[in-house]
Each structure stands twice: as C-alpha cells, then as structure tokens.
C-alpha cells in the first residue's frame, strides 16, 4: 500500500459528495448528470433522485401531455356544440375567459405535476401513479369520443 495516496485520502479538506444525497435540483438535473439510477439498496431510502431519465420515463410523460391536450380539445369541442359541460371548477373558471386561456392553463397545470413527477420518479407512490394517470385519461378520452358518437 502507498503510504503517500493513503495520507492524501486520509487528509482530504472537501467532504465526501456521496455521504450526501442527491439534491432535487442541481446543475446536473437538466444536463450532464451522471446518475440514472440508485445502485445500492441500503441508498433507495436516502438518494431518490437522479440526474438521467429513462425512455420509458419519457415516453409516460410524452404520452401524459398529448393526452392532456387531446381531452382539453375534446372538451371544448363538446361543450361548443352543447353535450357537455366542464365539470372541474377550477377549469370552468378559465374557461370563462375563453378557450385560450382555458387550454394554456390547462397545459401548464399537467406540465407543472409532469415536471414534479419526474424529480420524484424513484418513489414507490409515483411510479404507481404514472401509470394509473395514463390509463384514467385514455378512460376519459375515450368516454369523450363515445359523447361525440351519441
């Protein structure tokens, strides 16, 4: 064993960066990360967030958003012509102030939680939910599409 690396090791100045966990936010979230995954088990408790997401992620997302989008389009479409009506709220509220403002709030609010989603990818209750998200909304687009046949 060389006595000089040993010293050095032993003498650092800077903290050990993974005696710490991964902050939510840092300067890799968005580019350069490294991390895709936790590799140990012990760590699965402690360090939840990465800075690499997979395809699937991705594709979960993606399909989220246009699905989003696809039920905001059928909404109003239904509403224009008088089968149905918003029943959110806080969605009829803007949709008081026209389609426009409707449809971007609309995006914002689902690209607002997507973005939350992602950050929290590795915890057991939003890797349930990803799913269970996508398969309400192809219910209710597809409930949608079933109101324009009647």
């Known amino acids: 064993m060389n006595t000089d690396n040993y010293s050095q090791e032993n003498n650092r100045t800077i903290?050990?960066?993974?005696?710490r966990p991964t902050?939510?936010?840092?300067?890799?979230?968005?580019?350069?990360?490294?991390r895709k995954t936790v590799r140990r088990g012990q760590d699965?408790?402690?360090?939840?967030?990465?800075?690499?997401y997979s395809a699937r992620l991705l594709i979960a997302v993606t399909s989220?958003?246009?699905?989003?989008?696809?039920?905001?389009?059928?909404?109003?479409?239904l509403i224009g012509k008088g089968y149905a009506v918003e029943a959110n709220p806080i969605m009829a509220y803007?949709?008081?102030?026209?389609?426009?403002?409707?449809?971007?709030v609309?995006?914002?609010?689902?690209?607002?939680?997507l973005t939350i989603l992602c950050l929290f990818k590795n915890v057991k209750?939003?890797?349930l939910s990803l799913p269970f998200a996508i398969k309400m909304y192809l219910i209710v687009v597809l409930y949608e599409?079933?109101?324009f046949m009647i």
Do not use: N, W
């Open 15 to 19: 903290s050990d960066r993974r005696k």
């Open 23 to 34: 902050p939510i936010m840092s300067k890799y979230t968005f580019y350069g990360g490294q």
């Open 44 to 52: 699965k408790k402690e360090h939840i967030y990465v800075d690499l």
């Open 64 to 77: 989220l958003l246009l699905l989003s989008c696809l039920d905001a389009f059928l909404t109003l479409e």
């Open 94 to 104: 803007f949709l008081d102030y026209g389609t426009t403002p409707f449809a971007a």
């Open 106 to 113: 609309k995006f914002f609010i689902t690209s607002f939680c």
């Open 125 to 127: 209750i939003t890797r």
């Open 145 to 147: 599409f079933y109101l």
